[in-house]
């Protein structure tokens, strides 16, 4: 089985990509010194909310995923974020990969309520490799799986999740409704001349006494 090691050394918007992306930068290590030919790396990214403190505003919004501050010693547990792939080129010891994460603005995702949530501080993070290791062992090559038990942990900083966003969603997100609801909706701004869903949804919050 293979020896990889594989930490996390940055992370960074990626600033020309289609969807809103998040370049973490690997550091990939094997320590037997034979070369490696190629790497099909997959990782699953997992959120620790219990890793970290909450301001009373964040407690707040977060509200519908954990529920009341009290019961978060039993809500409070990892959860999925995402999945992710590289494939790294050969090499003889170490070399960084850029793993390439699209991030979703999706409301209706839990990550997304989440990473929303968040004011300031750091995201903790665990990824979880898997994949297959192609290399040369004693003149012989061999096809071997990436261990299970190769993780690493990180503390992604708000502010980059939040410049990422910015990049793509400058000071906006993304809320998902039903057809039939759009439809009331466009009546609703069309029949009071409103000219922007902005516009729209503040009337509707302040007919709604909120």
């Given at each position: 089985?293979?020896?990889?090691?594989?930490?996390?050394i940055g992370c960074h918007p990626e600033a020309y990509a289609a969807v809103p992306t998040l370049m973490m930068r690997l550091a990939v290590t094997d320590p037997s010194g034979d070369p490696v030919h190629t790497v099909a790396l997959r990782t699953q990214i997992q959120i620790e909310p219990?890793?970290?403190?909450?301001s009373k505003e964040e407690e707040a919004r977060l509200l519908e995923l954990f529920g009341e501050q009290p019961q978060w010693g039993e809500s409070l547990r990892p959860f999925l974020w995402t999945h992710a792939t590289a494939m790294l080129t050969g090499f003889t010891g170490r070399t960084e990969v850029d793993l390439p994460i699209t991030c979703s603005?999706?409301?209706?995702?839990?990550?997304?309520?989440?990473?929303?949530?968040?004011?300031d501080g750091e995201i903790p993070l665990v990824l979880l490799f898997s994949g297959t290791v192609f290399a040369r062992r004693n003149g012989v090559v061999s096809v071997q799986p990436v261990p299970w038990h190769v993780e690493a942990n990180y503390r992604l900083p708000v502010s980059v999740w939040r410049d990422m966003m910015d990049l793509y969603f400058p000071n906006s997100g993304w809320i998902r409704l039903r057809r039939d609801t759009i439809d009331h909706l466009t009546r609703y701004?069309?029949?009071?001349?409103?000219p922007t869903w902005d516009d729209a949804f503040e009337l509707m919050l302040k007919?709604?006494?909120a």
């Open positions: 089985m293979s020896d990889l090691e594989i930490e996390v219990q890793r970290r403190r909450y603005y999706d409301f209706e995702v839990a990550a997304a309520k989440y990473l929303h949530a968040l004011e701004k069309a029949e009071r001349a409103i007919e709604a006494g």
